[in-house]
């Protein structure tokens, strides 16, 4: 049992991980496209708005599974 956790465990930081790096990829995206390009891309706002939802919904879940305080 304690290895499905562990391997649940990892699984769960690596999809945070993939979140986190989305949301930066579409905020970059979102900063280059309006600066740059005088063409802001309508999706990544929305999009990032999505993932730090979810991002901070999951990452509560997870710091509460690892015991660690939440700290906004």
């Given at each position: 049992m304690q290895?499905?956790?562990q391997w649940l465990d990892?699984?769960?930081r690596?999809?945070?991980v993939g979140l986190m790096a989305g949301m930066v990829t579409a905020v970059c995206w979102q900063v280059i496209s309006r600066y740059a390009l005088n063409d802001p891309a309508a999706w990544t706002e929305e999009?990032?708005?999505f993932l730090l939802?979810?991002?901070g919904l999951l990452g509560a879940?997870?710091?509460y599974r690892e015991g660690?305080?939440?700290g906004v």
């Amino acid at each position: 049992m304690q290895a499905l956790t562990q391997w649940l465990d990892r699984g769960f930081r690596v999809l945070l991980v993939g979140l986190m790096a989305g949301m930066v990829t579409a905020v970059c995206w979102q900063v280059i496209s309006r600066y740059a390009l005088n063409d802001p891309a309508a999706w990544t706002e929305e999009m990032a708005r999505f993932l730090l939802m979810w991002i901070g919904l999951l990452g509560a879940c997870y710091a509460y599974r690892e015991g660690q305080h939440l700290g906004v």
